[in-house]
């Protein structure tokens, strides 16, 4: 079976500080790949995804990246953090070609102070 | 195009009522759609999808969605509701290629004991 993982599951960073948000799948191959952001008491944002190792799509410009340097590892950066960057990260993966019901990790708390 | 929209930001029951959360979408092509839970501080877990089987759609822990083309509707309810139901539902409406979804604003279920 499939299976997603995240860490670290809460992490508090001092503005300007680097990120490294990790996110691996397990159980399957060539999945697609989605970094979500929620901001409290708000719905999720789609940060970026990915359909294949090295193809990163952005859809909100912002001090964040994204990297696929494996199949199944996913992996979200910033060099500076924000005080705006604070929010609750969720990592998904999808089947990929198709209806694509997306399976989620369990996320990482980042609190930016 | 494609959007969702929840009607309700919150929606506040007694534990044993039943439950109607509402979901409308726009799509200019024949959308899967789908009921996501979230429980405080955790990933999202599916509930139920619609991918243009059977309209009326039966998911986990006793929910269930009625996909009315006509209304482009896609409520989730449930007969009773239970302590444990208390959480943050969303609904997502996916393209026929998949890839990309769209989440709605989520709705914030309270159940009063």
């Known amino acids: 079976s499939q299976t997603i993982h995240q860490w670290p599951a809460t992490l508090v960073q001092p503005v300007g500080s680097p990120l490294s948000l990790e996110c691996t799948v397990e159980?399957?191959?060539?999945?697609?790949l989605y970094w979500y952001r929620q901001a409290a008491g708000r719905g999720l944002q789609l940060l970026f995804y990915?359909?294949?190792?090295?193809?990163i799509s952005s859809e909100v410009p912002q001090n964040l990246s994204a990297s696929r340097p494996q199949d199944r590892q996913f992996i979200l950066s910033s060099k500076k953090l924000l005080l705006s960057d604070s929010g609750f990260y969720l990592c998904a993966w999808s089947p990929g070609q198709g209806v694509e019901t997306q399976y989620f990790g369990p996320g990482t708390r980042l609190l930016v102070l | 195009a494609q959007s969702v929209t929840q009607l309700d930001s919150h929606v506040s029951v007694s534990e044993g009522t039943p439950v109607l959360l509402r979901c409308n979408y726009s799509s200019s092509y024949s959308p899967s759609l789908f009921w996501y839970v979230q429980h405080p501080n955790k990933g999202l877990q599916l509930l139920l999808k619609y991918t243009s089987a059977a309209t009326l759609v039966k998911g986990i822990n006793g929910f269930e969605a009625e996909f009315k083309k006509s209304e482009t509707s896609f409520h989730l309810t449930k007969p009773s509701a239970h302590m444990s139901d208390a959480a943050e539902y969303f609904c997502?409406?996916?393209?026929?290629?998949?890839?990309?979804?769209?989440f709605g604003p989520g709705t914030s279920l309270s159940v009063i004991p």
């Open positions: 159980g399957t191959s060539n999945p697609n």
């Open positions: 997502v409406v996916s393209p026929p290629w998949g890839d990309k979804v769209i």
């Open positions: 990915s359909v294949g190792i090295g193809q």
